[in-house]
């Protein structure tokens, strides 16, 4: 299992690799991260959005997902709340099955 503080670098790697313009302006919250069984919920801000209160400053998705398990960190889907979306991957319910 990761710590906490392995978790944040993978999420900036990840968070980097993305968008190499766009890494200045990315602020890491780890104060702000939470652990779950399936892996943690690392958060993130733009600092103008932090300097500025301005909600269109803001990133759509501040969090990246760092699984437990090694496995790429990601976004979470937007339509799902972080907890919840983590029970899923944690309970094998995550992608769902197509029928």
Request: glycine letters at 4%; zero cysteines.
């Amino acid at each position: 299992m990761l710590d906490k503080e392995r978790a944040v670098r993978s999420a900036a790697e990840f968070l980097k690799a993305l968008n190499p313009e766009r890494w200045p302006s990315r602020v890491m919250l780890p104060d702000e991260s939470e652990e779950f069984p399936y892996g943690w919920a690392i958060r993130y801000d733009n600092k103008e959005h932090i300097e500025t209160g301005n909600l269109a400053l803001k990133p759509f998705t501040a969090v990246v997902i760092v699984p437990h398990d090694g496995s790429t960190a990601h976004f979470p889907p937007s339509h799902l709340r972080v907890s919840e979306y983590m029970a899923l991957r944690a309970a094998g319910d995550w992608p769902p099955a197509r029928h």
